[in-house]
């Protein structure tokens, strides 16, 4: 895996040490505290990357809520022909311009980059000894715990918060259960692989859990609130 995700660990690798030379260059921070800033400002331009194809994300998700009442129909009314059941929910999507894999494609790219910065940290062996608050070593794992635990908190929260509010806005579709039990089998999984991984790794992961968050309160909430008081309005006028 480390020869395939070769190109990306470099580049992130140039990344990251360009942005840790401006921020020494500051002569601000202490050695841990300028390597957290680091990590910081590397999440959030991966995010902001990223962003374009998170709020796509969003809006598929969304449109995927709207129309689970109707597979639903579709599902009850063809129980027993699955093959044209599947026909005609895809039917379904191409009508409301709907791609039910879109929403997995942030997470399929955040893996890749994941990894990669896996091999990144790794490979900063000058940072072998280096604390910063509880953690005596930012290139060891935590084992206070305190890291995984946040990672999988984190992880949990992050997508409770876009799962809320994109069923809410479809009127609490069916699928909930479905969605709340893969939010945390996800947050474990991430919670687990924290405990062996660098806890700059998992710094990186957590923060960026943390950036989702506030995109999540300004792409989806924001607009959810504001959609709930126009019905408001509306239903008064009527």
């Known amino acids: ?8 660990t470099n580049l992130f690798t140039m990344i990251f040490q360009a942005i840790h030379g401006f921020v020494a260059s500051l002569d601000i921070f202490g050695v841990g505290a300028g390597y957290v800033i680091t990590i ?34 579709l599902q009850k009314k063809y ?13 379904l999507y191409k009508e409301n311009n709907v791609n039910p894999m879109s929403g997995c494609l942030p997470l399929l790219i955040q893996m890749p980059i994941l990894f990669a910065l896996y091999y990144v940290f790794y490979g900063l062996t000058e940072l072998q000894g280096v604390s910063f608050l509880w953690l005596g070593d930012l290139w060891a794992p935590d084992r206070t715990f305190i890291l995984p635990i946040l990672s999988a908190a984190t992880t949990y929260l992050s997508s ?3 799962t809320k509010f994109t069923q809410s806005q479809a009127g609490g579709a069916p699928g909930g ?9 996800m947050a ?3 919670g687990v692989m924290s ?9 990186y992961w957590v923060i960026g859990n943390l950036i989702q968050m506030v995109q999540t309160y300004f792409i989806v909430v924001l607009p959810s609130r504001k959609r709930a008081k126009e019905k408001e309005q ?5």
């Open 40 to 73: 910081f400002l590397l999440t959030l331009l991966v995010r902001l990357i990223l962003l374009p194809l998170n709020i796509k994300q969003t809006r598929s998700q969304q449109k995927m809520q709207e129309i689970q009442p109707e597979i639903a129909k």
């Open 188 to 190: 474990g999984m991430m």
């Open 234 to 238: 509306y239903k008064d006028i009527k």
């Open 160 to 162: 409770l918060l876009m």
């Open 177 to 185: 259960m479905n969605m709340n039990t893969m939010n945390i089998v």
């Open 79 to 91: 129980k027993n022909n699955p093959e044209k059941a599947q026909q005609e929910m895809m039917k």
């Open 195 to 203: 405990i062996q991984f660098p806890s700059m790794l998992v710094l």
């Open 1 to 8: 895996m480390q020869s395939i995700l070769k190109p990306i």
